[in-house]
């Protein structure tokens, strides 16, 4: 199993509907757990952490599975500017972070 | 007030040429990174150094060296140049985001360095 394992997509979502990404992690002794975002020809950046409690922001959720190995992402009312990549982060440490391949989204109008 | 810069941010040059990539971070942040994208996208870390420090090395040859003069910079150079070393350069630094207990990567706006 990979350590950061995402599905690359595309994913081509019209304007307005749900998506949802997901995530798997090797590691079970890992701590840390993101979504990071990253536009065309930019640097990433961090989109939001995932608690193991699940968090919300907006029109986006985050959720952690401990048990199964992996956190997802949900956007919700997709607009265009969130086509990008999104790139889930784990990490094993404090020195370490793991980014996943990252998953592209296309929001379509 | 740029968190993470980084110069050069495009440099294109010969095979077997050396260059040097900067790297500086303004956040007071321990440890700092290099990461490599390639034209696939992904995201692959190179060095991670703590307060001037190597602490990772993940298997990158040795034409490639990083240097800490202190734990504010960490530049890295690139001897003899290849055409496989064409990518973006991201350089990045760890610490915990603002209001939270996780450490948060800030990232540099990279360097497309292209090898002819």
């Known amino acids: 199993r990979k350590e950061v394992e995402q599905d690359p997509g595309p994913f081509n979502v019209p304007e307005g509907a749900t998506v949802a990404f997901n995530c798997t992690y090797s590691?079970?002794?890992?701590?840390?757990f993101f979504w990071y975002r990253q536009d065309c020809r930019k640097e990433p950046k961090l989109l939001m952490s995932?608690?193991?409690s699940g968090n919300e922001d907006g029109r986006f959720t985050a959720q952690l599975n401990r048990a199964s190995q992996y956190i997802s992402l949900l956007i919700r009312d997709s607009k265009l500017s969130d086509s990008a990549t999104y790139l889930c982060?784990?990490?094993?440490?404090?020195?370490?972070?793991?980014f996943g391949k990252g998953t592209r989204l296309h929001i379509l109008p | 007030d740029t968190a993470v810069s980084q110069t050069p941010k495009y440099l294109v040059t010969q095979m077997g040429n050396d260059k040097s990539i900067k790297c500086e971070q303004n956040l007071g942040h321990d440890t700092m990174y290099w990461y490599k994208q390639d034209s696939k996208k992904f995201l692959k870390i190179m060095f991670s150094y703590n307060n001037k420090e190597l602490i990772i090395n993940e298997t990158v040859p040795n034409r490639f060296s990083p240097k800490s003069p202190d734990k504010a910079h960490l530049n890295l150079h690139i001897n003899s140049l290849e055409l496989g070393d064409s990518a973006v350069y991201f350089c990045a630094s760890i610490g915990l985001a603002g209001g939270s207990s996780y450490n948060e990567q800030f990232f540099g706006p990279g360097t497309r360095l292209t090898v002819l």
């Open positions: 982060v784990v990490g094993p440490g404090h020195d370490k972070i793991i």
């Open positions: 995932v608690y193991s």
């Open positions: 590691n079970s002794a890992s701590q840390s």
